[in-house]
T-cell receptor, first 110, second 114 residues
Framework: RKEVEQDPGPFNVPEGATVAFNCTYSNSASQSFFWYRQDCRKEPKLLMSVYSSGNEDGRFTAQLNRASQYISLLIRDSKLSDSATYLCVVNNFGNEKLTFGTGTRLTIIP | EPEVTQTPSHQVTQMGQEVILRCVPISNHLYFYWYRQILGQKVEFLVSFYNNEISEKSEIFDDQFSVERPDGSNFTLKIRSTKLEDSAMYFC????????????FGSGTRLTVV
């Protein structure tokens, strides 16, 4: 089983719609969770950390379910500029490294 | 906004040659990392560096690879004898603390081995 699994997509969504991505992780020792965004041939950029209580940043809402080992990202009122690959990222307790999922590709259609 | 700077942006090298990829992390950051991303694949951890020594490395980071912080600002990744399969985007990253707070990545060096 992959350590971090995401639906690769692509998700093609009309502008203004709401879109949700899911991610599962296999290691119950995982302690920190993030969503990064990556534009084509660019570096990953931190979108938001994911906290147990859930957190929101503008149009973006992230949720964590530790019991199900599941992370989600919700994007409301999607913009053309939201088109990117969204990476689910996990850090395990005692490790330095971040473990990346393969990413979910999102295209917002005008 | 502070940036992690990487040079060169693109390097083409012949198989068997040595390459050095350079990074200038954000000045007050203490933890430094190299990751790579083969085209079409996920981002993979190579090595982390703290307090002038390697703190963690992956299976990918074998004897062909080394890292160095030769002065107070630069952080380098050396590949001694490049293979075709080393062709990838190499990202440097830094963080002020351990990964709990996320990293800042540089814009990457695209390495092409021919």
């Amino acid at each position: 089983r992959k350590e971090v699994e995401q639906d690769p997509g692509p998700f093609n969504v009309p502008e203004g719609a709401t879109v949700a991505f899911n991610c599962t992780y296999s290691n119950s020792a995982s302690q920190s969770f993030f969503w990064y965004r990556q534009d084509c041939r660019k570096e990953p950029k931190l979108l938001m950390s994911v906290y147990s209580s859930g957190n929101e940043d503008g149009r973006f809402t992230a949720q964590l379910n530790r019991a199900s080992q599941y992370i989600s990202l919700l994007i409301r009122d999607s913009k053309l500029s939201d088109s990117a690959t969204y990476l689910c990222v996990v850090n395990n307790f005692g490790n330095e490294k971040l473990t990346f999922g393969t990413g979910t590709r999102l295209t917002i259609i005008p | 906004e502070p940036e992690v700077t990487q040079t060169p942006s693109h390097q083409v090298t012949q198989m068997g040659q040595e390459v050095i990829l350079r990074c200038v992390p954000i000045s007050n950051h203490l933890y430094f990392y190299w990751y790579r991303q083969i085209l079409g694949q996920k981002v993979e951890f190579l090595v982390s560096f703290y307090n002038n020594e390697i703190s963690e490395k992956s299976e990918i980071f074998d004897d062909q690879f080394s890292v160095e912080r030769p002065d107070g600002s630069n952080f380098t990744l050396k590949i001694r004898s490049t293979k075709l399969e080393d062709s990838a985007m190499y990202f440097c990253a830094s963080s002020v603390r351990q990964p709990n707070y996320g990293y800042t990545f540089g814009s990457g060096t695209r390495l092409t081995v021919v």
